[in-house]
C-alpha cells in the first residue's frame, strides 16, 4: 500500500497571503489618507511626515512580501533549501527586529512563517 503525501500550504504561500492580508488592512485602516492621495497630485504627494505618509510606508511592503512569497515558493518548489532557509533565517531576524518596535502587530506572523519555514527546511535536510 503507498502512502498518500499530505499536501501542506508553503511557507511562500503563506507570505503572499501574509501580503494580501496586510493591503486589505491597510486599505480598511487607511481609506480616507488613501482617498486623500488619490485626489491630489500624484507627484510629491506623499509628505514625510504625517497620516498619509503612515499610509504610503504601511502599504509600500505590500507588494514586496508577495514577490518574496513568490521566490521562496519557487524555491521550495525547486528543491532549493538552502535559499529557503537562507529566506527564512533573514525574515527572521527582520521579526524580530519588527517586533520589539511594534509589538501590537501583524509581525508576528511574519515571525511565525519563518519559524515555521526554518522547522521544516531543517526536517528536509539530508542527514
Not at 39 to 64: D, N, Q
Not at 112 to 121: C, D, K, Q, T, V
Amino acid at each position: 500500500m503507498t502512502r498518500r503525501r499530505q499536501k501542506t500550504i508553503g511557507d511562500g504561500d503563506l507570505l503572499r497571503l501574509l501580503a494580501l492580508v496586510h493591503t486589505i488592512v491597510g486599505f480598511g485602516f487607511y481609506r480616507v489618507e488613501l482617498r486623500a492621495l488619490r485626489k491630489s497630485r500624484i507627484f510629491a504627494s506623499v509628505p514625510y511626515r504625517g497620516p498619509r505618509a503612515t499610509a504610503f510606508w504601511f502599504l509600500v511592503p505590500s507588494p514586496l512580501m508577495w514577490i518574496i512569497g513568490s521566490l521562496v515558493r519557487d524555491a521550495e518548489h525547486a528543491g532549493r533549501e538552502d535559499a529557503v532557509r537562507a529566506a527564512h533565517r533573514v525574515g527572521l531576524m527582520s521579526a524580530v527586529l519588527a517586533i520589539v518596535c511594534m509589538p501590537v502587530s501583524g509581525f508576528w506572523g511574519w515571525l511565525a512563517i519563518s519559524m515555521r519555514g526554518l522547522g521544516r527546511s531543517r526536517e528536509r535536510r539530508p542527514r
